[in-house]
């Protein structure tokens, strides 16, 4: 239950027995997953029915409806990931799910965190190249260039894609899991833990910088440029997709910074992970992982409620109010785009 750090999925067949002090805590993460799959597969579903099929096409519903496919393709795995949590690492489902599941997880989970460091470079760039963004910055574009966070994400996860697999668990004949296999030509299971140490190690701290650190310091980067402009102009209160999506990372770092804490020290202690001690450090990745998938229902709520008029959105449906919420674009982002010149750019952030 791992997907997104450095360790392997369940590599020692899952968390030992617990203290009974550490029931609560495994109760939580269990509610916690409950909660993410029902309200992520329904917003995220919803998210993707409105901005796909009932609104026009602009770079901003490209953006958001990307996300939301990302963050309902991981919520729709959680069934499976859940069920192996609760027999104790054990994979039932077989080589092809086992794959499949994992490859699944870890593109969209990278997708989520490129695709929000993408739209708050967007956002950047139509703040402080208004007349650039007015005449170039299209549907079309926003398109191609969407692909490359996914193809990030795809790169990040060819590790997964070659070397996970099912094997035997070593302790419980006749029980299998979901896991690395980073040396399948020898049988020697000191070079075993030597090769997956290394492997693993490597992998975390790639992953850690790559696939967290760097994206947000993008994001950090971007909203300081941003907030200086706005602020000169006095449009810092105003500017309705930027706080949708100032809203949309906050979220992303309360629900992901403990647990890529947690990841990070468990990388430097993979060892005693994939020895099966280390039971503390495994009931933390355990809580904060929860948390962290939790962030897969939260964009949803964030688009409806943190919008213009709340308590006027309530009593609208909540296709409506997705819909308005989203549709909130500042520049003309048709293919057709004229090389009209920019409204002034009081007029246009004050529409962003």
Known sequence: MEPNSSLPM????????APAG???????SYLVLAVTF???????????WVAGFRMARTVTTVC????????FSFTCTLPLLTVSKAMGGHWPFGLFLCKFIFTVVDINLFGSVFLIAFIALDRCVCVLHPVWAQNHRTVGLARRVVFVPWICALLLTLPVIIRVTTVPHVRFPGKTVCTFDFSPWTDDPVEKLKVAVTMLTVRGIIR??????????????CYGLVATKLRRQGLIKSSRPLRVLSFVVAAFLLCWCPYQVVALVATV???????GTGQELRM??????????FNSCLNPMLYVFMGQDFRERLIHSLPASLERALSEDSAPTS?????????PAEAELKAM
Request: net charge negative; hydrophobic share 60%; proline share 3%.
């Open 208 to 221: 850690f910088i790559i696939g967290f650190s760097a994206p947000m310091s993008v994001v950090a980067v």
């Open 335 to 343: 293919d057709t785009a004229a090389s009209s010149a920019a409204a």
């Open 22 to 28: 550490y029931l609560a805590l495994d109760i939580f």
């Open 284 to 293: 933390a990745l355990d809580v904060t992982s929860s948390l962290a998938f």
């Open 269 to 275: 202690r993979v060892r005693e992970l994939l020895l």
């Open 38 to 48: 029902v309200l992520g597969v329904l917003g995220n579903g919803l998210v993707i």
């Open 10 to 17: 369940n590599m020692s067949g899952g968390t030992p027995t």
């Open 64 to 71: 958001y409806l990307n996300l939301a496919l990302a963050d």
